[in-house]
């Protein structure tokens, strides 16, 4: 009976025929678990040799792990890893910034000019407001809130003083 774990010398031929040293094919089967017929045929992979690329990043100022990760986890090309320069604190704060941005700067700027808050334009907004009319109209007093509020009682329900002076007007009458 073959066991999995053990290799024959004419395995070792065979993975050697294909460029797969002992060390590997050990590797493969012992540790890592693979299926022999799967370790005997996978070829090594190749080493793509970016000595050029990564003197001429280190050049750039741009570490070998920061020149890395640009090609392997941001699928950038060797060329483009190696020359794009590093951002500063500042224009990444400000990229950052740019980012997560929820508002225009203009919209803001406008609410500025025109004295209103950005908390309070946030809340007209959230509240379903047009952004250009949350930026542009005043703030209220309370004396206007009460004004308004007076004005929508008399739209529903008419003349407002009714419902405090109905049992005083009654009470005279009789």
């Known amino acids: 009976m073959n066991h999995w774990f053990y290799i024959t010398p004419e395995e070792y031929e065979q ?3 294909i460029g797969i040293d002992s060390e590997n094919l050990n ?19 190749i080493k793509t040799n970016r ?22 986890n941001l699928g950038w090309d060797e060329e483009k890893a190696a020359t794009t320069p590093l951002q500063d604190r500042k224009t990444a704060a400000a990229h950052a910034t740019e980012k997560g941005r929820k508002f225009p700067v203009e919209l803001l700027r406008l609410a500025e000019q025109n004295g209103i808050a950005y ?11 047009d952004p ?23 739209d529903k329900y008419g003349d407002w003083n009714r419902f405090s002076f109905k049992d005083h007007i009654t009470t005279t009458r009789a």
């Open 51 to 72: 000595n050029h690329w990564s003197e001429m990043a280190s050049q750039n100022g741009i570490g070998y792990y920061t020149f890395m990760n640009r090609i392997n």
């Open 27 to 45: 590797r493969r089967v012992r540790l890592l678990g693979w299926d022999k017929s799967r370790a005997l045929t996978t070829p090594l992979g």
């Open 119 to 129: 908390h309070t334009m946030r809340a007209r907004i959230n509240k379903g407001w």
């Open 132 to 154: 250009q009319e949350a930026a542009t109209m005043a703030v209220g007093s309370h004396s206007d809130a009460g004004k308004l509020g007076k004005a929508a009682v008399i």
């Open 15 to 17: 993975a050697a025929a």
